[in-house]
């Protein structure tokens, strides 16, 4: 498998603080990269300096071998947070537009299928919803045709229906062989669209692998959520709950046997929910704290 992206022990300071402490990590051709962590973790700082927006204090980053350069630019592709776009242009206007600012361009009947642009293609830029927009700033990071594309909270305010529609989208480039590197604070997305993770927080990578990997590395059991009401303190005590608010959480290996006990305890089922540990349940365990915070 290729290595296109290698980032070897990188270090950014600002005065007395390292935002970036030391960090190392590789990223394979045609993966989906997810580089997660609460604000302040060293993310974006780390993800600018692959960019070529901020350099390095310390370190380095490879692109195919090469040291990275202000040429970059021309290869690589970002759909940033927030991105002004010019009012009173169309869609197609806008195209065009970005288009001028490459040496290379793809076809614009290619992105206008890849991101499903066709229905407000004539569109003013200021009528368009959150999901038309975020598919516009996806077509103008591939209008480059670059190998590697960053993707900085593309799905940030969009609602459930819209998330799912631009996932597909990036599983679409995904399988034309792109390299996408992913900040999101949505850990459904990570799971979803992430090859491999790597999990900072102060600076430091504190994690990485797969998603399955690091789920089954750090948990093997089921948790079980009761609504609090159904077990008196000595039953949440003799099944080693944890009261959380209006709930109460038992985690177990052994699902069935769990519940069995339940039931030969009196204890009513209703409102029960059983789940796997997920990458929200990984992160909290790490940093002790939510992602959103």
Same mark, same amino acid.
């Given at each position: 498998?290729?290595?296109?992206?290698?980032?070897?022990?990188?270090?950014?300071?600002?005065?007395?603080?390292?935002?970036?402490?030391?960090?190392?990590?590789?990223? #394979?051709?045609?993966?989906?990269?997810?580089?997660?962590?609460?604000?302040?973790?060293?993310?974006?700082?780390?993800?600018?300096? #692959?960019?070529?927006?901020?350099?390095?204090?310390?370190?380095?980053?490879?692109? +195919?071998?090469?040291?990275?350069?202000?040429?970059?630019?021309?290869?690589?592709?970002?759909?940033?947070? +927030?991105?002004?776009?010019?009012?009173?242009?169309?869609?197609?206007?806008?195209?065009?537009?970005?288009?001028?600012?490459?040496?290379?361009?793809?076809?614009?009947?290619?992105?206008?299928?890849?991101?499903?642009?066709?229905?407000?293609?004539?569109?003013?830029?200021?009528?368009?919803?959150?999901?038309?927009?975020?598919?516009?700033?996806?077509?103008?990071?591939?209008?480059?045709?670059?190998?590697?594309?960053?993707?900085?909270?593309?799905?940030?305010?969009?609602?459930?229906?819209?998330?799912?529609?631009?996932?597909?989208?990036?599983?679409?480039?995904?399988?034309?062989?792109?390299?996408?590197?992913?900040?999101?604070?949505? #850990?459904?997305?990570?799971?979803?669209?992430?090859?491999? *993770?790597?999990?900072?927080?102060?600076?430091?990578?504190?994690?990485?692998?797969?998603?399955?990997?690091?789920?089954?590395?750090?948990?093997?059991?089921?948790?079980?959520?009761?609504?609090? #009401?159904?077990?008196?303190?000595?039953? *949440?005590?003799?099944?080693?709950?944890?009261?959380?608010?209006?709930?109460?959480?038992?985690?177990?290996?052994?699902?069935?046997?769990?519940?069995?006990?339940?039931?030969?305890?009196? *204890?009513?089922?209703?409102?029960?929910?059983?789940?796997?540990?997920?990458?929200?349940?990984?992160?909290?365990?790490?940093?002790?704290?939510?992602?959103?915070?």
């Amino acid at each position: 498998m290729q290595e296109v992206i290698k980032v070897e022990n990188l270090v950014k300071q600002y005065g007395d603080l390292n935002a970036v402490d030391d960090v190392s990590f590789s990223i #394979m051709k045609g993966h989906c990269f997810g580089l997660l962590g609460p604000n302040g973790a060293g993310k974006t700082t780390t993800i600018e300096i #692959m960019e070529g927006i901020i350099s390095a204090t310390q370190g380095c980053v490879f692109y +195919n071998g090469k040291e990275v350069d202000p040429s970059i630019s021309q290869q690589i592709g970002i759909q940033f947070q +927030n991105t002004a776009l010019q009012d009173f242009l169309t869609v197609k206007e806008t195209l065009d537009l970005f288009a001028a600012f490459y040496d290379k361009t793809v076809s614009q009947e290619k992105l206008i299928e890849l991101c499903d642009l066709s229905e407000f293609l004539n569109k003013n830029n200021r009528l368009l919803s959150g999901g038309q927009r975020q598919r516009l700033l996806l077509a103008l990071a591939l209008i480059n045709d670059p190998e590697i594309i960053f993707l900085d909270e593309p799905t940030t305010g969009l609602d459930p229906q819209a998330r799912r529609n631009f996932w597909q989208l990036i599983k679409n480039i995904k399988a034309e062989d792109k390299t996408i590197i992913l900040t999101t604070h949505y #850990m459904d997305e990570a799971e979803q669209l992430c090859d491999e *993770v790597v999990i900072m927080d102060h600076g430091k990578i504190i994690e990485s692998g797969t998603p399955d990997a690091l789920l089954n590395k750090h948990f093997e059991s089921i948790f079980i959520y009761l609504p609090s #009401m159904h077990l008196t303190p000595e039953l *949440v005590e003799k099944f080693q709950g944890e009261v959380q608010g209006d709930r109460v959480e038992i985690t177990t290996q052994h699902v069935e046997k769990t519940l069995t006990q339940l039931i030969e305890n009196k *204890v009513l089922l209703e409102g029960l929910h059983v789940k796997s540990a997920n990458l929200d349940d990984l992160f909290l365990k790490l940093t002790g704290y939510s992602l959103r915070d």
